[in-house]
């Protein structure tokens, strides 16, 4: 071990390009049957300035392979710099600074077989500069300086595969300008200048599998472009300013389409039904209809105001379907019924205020739910029915007052619990985790907690050991910077005191009491409240009367009236609202209100 240690620092100190040290390059240990062997070069922060070629000897008969240059300075490569390692297979030349390439650089490398160029300033490829390397698959030309091709730019690479021309300044695609490269499979042209290709510049790529064009100018394509490109399977036109589209256009035998972030107006998206992956979001879509091979949908930022059965139901194996940043207000039932495979789904960015029970009930092979920025107000016993293998829920940014753990209760591997930016302000957290078991994440910031039961969460989240996030609020009342109050919070402003005197008391009352229906009427709580001793008519001064703003229909306040009324009543053994002897002979002693149902009544009519 020693002697290898000792041979590589002497073999460091003794590299050398030209006669000089190369302080910045070092061997590389390359490891095969057991033994070491420093044969493959990576050099970094290297100038190179007016050198003719890279000189040096490997230290053993083991053939050098692979030779990595990064942020370095080489303006120029010039002819014959590498040719004594014909063995070589990859050389990296990125972020160089490269600018010029001449002719016979590649001299002598006929096993070259991957050749990266990224991230240089390269204006032009001068002809037959390729012709050396025959053996080539993959050529990264990305991020460089290149405005133009010629039909001779890559003469001699007939085993090229992939081809990376993304991040230059090419404005227009020429004829045949990839005819020297027919085994190409993957091209990406993505984040140039395009605005004209020629409908024959891709004519010869019959291998061709996957085209990138995102990120360009193109307004129009030419008919035929695809014409030939029988193996195309991966098509990517998403940000473009395509003014006019026609799906006839598109290879039959497509699986994968990008058209995203183009204002299209197609009439028909009958096509979508072969593809197994389509990219629509941003564009006008509001209707579509799902084919049975599409696997991966994304339509998000579109305008759909419902989710109709007929979207989906032929989508049987669908794995992902992305419909956020749209308008949808409701889900019907059995919307997701067909998409039975259904892995995640997005929802977020909606307008949905409530979750019919039974809507997720058939997608057992669901893994992620997105709900969040919507407008949730509350969460059913059953809304989650079915969901026995969501590990990732997301209901953060809606209007939840209460989290009812046990509506949980189906949620048996979730892992990961997204809360925040609600209006809860209580949450059990030995029920919820007697619920979801795997529990390992939370979010709860930024609701309407009350200080002292944000602290037992927090705690008892410690000690469950649940991770959760720490707020970044540390200028108000807080614990771990998640804001909170020390005020009782009687769940989102439902009560608000109001000040009442006499001379207003029979206005106010004639006007509710025309919503009073008879079994309201008949209740021990109105009765109650017309014999109550803060009756002004009975009672000079003024009185707290409570003010009920509640979101529900008007059952749902009768109910919490009656509910008051049964912590004040006092009742019998048998539970019933029979009062015993004792509050009888109290209540015949209370004074009689003089304001009789017929006051009410008339007041009514003349507020009217």
Not at 44 to 63: A, E, I
Not at 320 to 342: G, H, W
Not at 409 to 419: C, Q
Not at 577 to 604: I, R, V
Request: net charge negative; aromatic share 10%.
């Amino acid at each position: 071990m020693k002697t290898f240690i000792i041979l590589g620092f002497l073999i460091y100190l003794t590299l050398a390009f030209n006669g000089r040290e190369w302080e910045n390059c070092r061997w590389v240990v390359r490891y095969s049957d057991s033994q070491s062997h420093y044969n493959d070069v990576s050099c970094q922060t290297t100038s190179v300035v007016n050198g003719t070629r890279l000189n040096f000897t490997p230290r053993n008969h083991y053939p050098t392979r692979i030779i990595s240059f990064t942020h370095s300075i080489i303006p120029i490569l010039p002819a014959n710099y590498f040719s004594t390692f014909p063995h070589l297979e990859r050389l990296f030349l990125h972020g160089s600074r490269i600018e010029r390439i001449e002719r016979d650089a590649f001299y002598n490398l006929r096993n070259l077989e991957d050749l990266t160029l990224y991230n240089n300033s390269i204006q032009e490829i001068i002809e037959q500069t390729f012709l050396p390397v025959r053996r080539l698959k993959f050529l990264n030309l990305a991020k460089n300086r290149l405005q133009s091709l010629n039909t001779n730019s890559f003469y001699g690479l007939t085993s090229l595969e992939r081809l990376d021309l993304s991040f230059n300044l090419f404005s227009r695609l020429n004829s045949n300008v990839f005819c020297n490269t027919p085994s190409l499979r993957w091209l990406k042209l993505s984040n140039n200048k395009l605005h004209d290709i020629t409908s024959d510049a891709l004519k010869c790529l019959v291998y061709l599998q996957s085209l990138t064009l995102d990120q360009n100018f193109l307004e129009h394509l030419p008919a035929d472009l695809f014409h030939g490109n029988e193996m195309m399977l991966h098509l990517d036109l998403s940000n473009n300013p395509l003014k006019d589209f026609s799906v006839d256009l598109l290879p039959e035998q497509l699986i994968s389409f990008n058209i995203s972030n183009n204002v299209l107006d197609i009439d028909s998206w009958s096509w979508i039904q072969n593809l197994e992956t389509a990219d629509l979001s941003n564009t006008t879509i509001s209707d579509i209809c799902i084919g049975s091979f599409t696997k991966r949908l994304y339509l998000n930022h579109n305008h759909f105001s419902s989710l109709k059965e007929s979207n989906l139901q032929n989508a049987t194996n669908l794995l992902e379907l992305e419909l956020s940043y749209n308008s949808i207000q409701r889900l019907p039932k059995d919307v997701f019924k067909s998409v039975r495979k259904l892995e995640k789904l997005n929802l977020s960015h909606n307008n949905l205020s409530d979750i019919p029970i039974g809507s997720f009930s058939e997608l057992v092979h669901l893994s992620e739910l997105r709900l969040s920025n919507n407008a949730l107000a509350d969460i059913e016993f059953g809304t989650f029915s079915g969901l026995d293998n969501v590990s990732s829920l997301y209901l953060d940014h809606n209007n939840l007052t209460s989290l009812p753990e046990k509506s949980f209760y189906v949620l048996r591997k979730l892992k990961f619990l997204y809360i925040d930016n609600n209006h809860i302000h209580e949450l059990d957290v030995k029920e919820l985790l007697r619920q979801t078991s795997h529990l390992n994440h939370i979010s709860i910031n930024v609701n309407s907690w009350n200080c002292k039961k944000l602290f037992n969460v927090i705690t008892l989240l410690t000690v469950y050991k649940v991770n959760f996030e720490n707020g970044t609020n540390y200028s108000i009342e807080n614990v771990n910077g998640i804001g909170c109050t020390d005020k009782d919070d009687f769940g989102h402003s439902q009560l608000t005191p109001i000040n009442i005197t006499q001379d207003s008391y029979t206005s106010l009352v004639a006007k509710i009491s025309r919503y009073f229906d008879n079994e309201f009427k008949n209740s021990s709580f109105y009765k109650f409240f017309q014999q109550s001793p803060t009756n002004p008519s009975q009672q000079s001064g003024s009185i707290n009367f409570f003010k009920y703003h509640n979101k529900k229909e008007d059952e749902s306040n009768k109910s919490e009236f009656e509910s008051k009324d049964s912590n004040e009543d006092e009742y019998n053994a048998n539970g019933t609202t029979e009062p015993t002897e004792e509050n009888s002979s109290s209540e015949t002693d209370e004074p009689t209100s003089t304001t009789t149902e017929d006051d009410f009544n008339s007041s009514a009519t003349e507020s009217d």
